[in-house]
C-alpha cells in the first residue's frame, strides 16, 4: 500500500469502494460518502469501449446501491461503474460465478494421464484464454527458490467448454515433463498457474509435474487393511 507522508498529498475523493457482481443479474456497489438522490440517477455501468450496459439503479442505503442488469452480460469482459459524483471501480465477478450455468461437477479437473495421450481441465470461467504451456524441465530458480519466468514453454491452446471449463489433450506419452496454464483475462494480464489439482509439483511448487500415479504405489500397498477403530 501507498504510504502518505503530507494530509494534503490523500486523494479523499469519494469514490466507488468496490462494485460486486454478486448474480448474473446484479452489481452490488458501495462508495465511501452518501450518495443524493441526484447522484443516484447517475450511476451506470460501462463496458471496456466505454459503452453504458443498461441497469436499472435503485437504493440500498445511504452509501450502496444496487445495479440490476436487463440484459446478461459476458462475464470475461471488463466492466466499471461510474457516477458523477464518485470515482468510478472495477467491477468484481464475486458470487456470480456460484450460479449453476458456471458450475463444473465433473470429478476430471486437472490432468488425466495414460501413456498414450494427456487430457487436461481447468475451471476458469472468467478467462479470456488459457493455454497449456509444457516445459522439458523445472525451470530455472533463483536465489529465494522462485522460478521467476515461464514463457519458455510449448504452448498448447485449449479449447473453452460449457460452465467455464477449458481443455486441450496431448497425444503423446508426457511422463517426466512439467507444465502451466497460461491465462489470459480481457484487461491484458497474463497469469501463469500451476495446476489447482495437480498430484505432483516442481520443488517449491513452481511446476506442475506429470507422472505415471501408477508408478509410485507402493509394493502391498492396495491390499493393506486398514486398523480397526475402537
Not at 11 to 17: F, L
Not at 44 to 51: A, L, N, R, S, T
Amino acid at each position: 500500500e501507498k504510504v502518505f507522508y503530507k494530509e494534503e498529498d490523500v486523494d479523499i475523493s469519494a469514490r466507488v469502494r468496490s462494485a460486486m457482481m454478486d448474480a448474473v443479474d446484479t452489481v452490488y456497489v458501495r462508495t465511501s460518502a452518501e450518495i443524493t438522490a441526484e447522484e443516484l440517477a447517475t450511476f451506470q455501468m460501462v463496458d471496456k469501449d466505454g459503452e453504458v450496459v443498461e441497469t436499472l439503479v435503485s437504493r440500498l442505503s445511504d452509501s450502496a446501491v444496487q445495479l440490476t442488469l436487463v440484459e446478461e452480460i459476458d462475464i470475461r469482459e471488463t466492466y466499471r461503474v461510474e457516477s458523477a459524483g464518485f470515482i468510478g471501480a472495477p467491477v468484481t465477478m464475486r458470487k456470480v460465478l456460484d450460479d449453476a450455468r458456471f458450475y463444473y461437477g465433473g470429478a476430471d479437473l486437472g490432468l488425466t494421464y495414460t501413456k498414450e495421450r494427456s487430457v487436461f481441465k481447468v475451471w476458469a470461467p472468467t478467462a479470456k484464454k488459457v493455454s497449456l504451456m509444457l516445459y522439458e524441465d523445472m525451470g530455472v530458480y533463483n536465489e529465494q527458490g522462485v522460478v521467476t519466468s515461464h514463457v519458455d514453454g510449448q504452448e498448447v491452446v485449449m479449447n473453452r467448454l460449457d460452465q467455464g471449463v477449458w481443455t486441450t489433450g496431448v497425444s503423446e506419452d508426457l511422463e517426466g515433463q512439467y507444465y502451466m496454464y497460461q491465462v489470459t483475462f480481457a484487461d491484458g494480464k497474463v497469469h501463469y498457474a500451476v495446476d489447482p489439482y495437480a498430484t505432483a509439483v516442481s520443488p517449491n511448487g513452481q511446476r506442475t509435474a506429470v507422472v505415471d500415479l501408477r508408478k509410485t504405489t507402493p509394493e502391498g500397498f492396495k491390499s493393506a487393511k486398514k486398523p480397526v477403530v475402537a
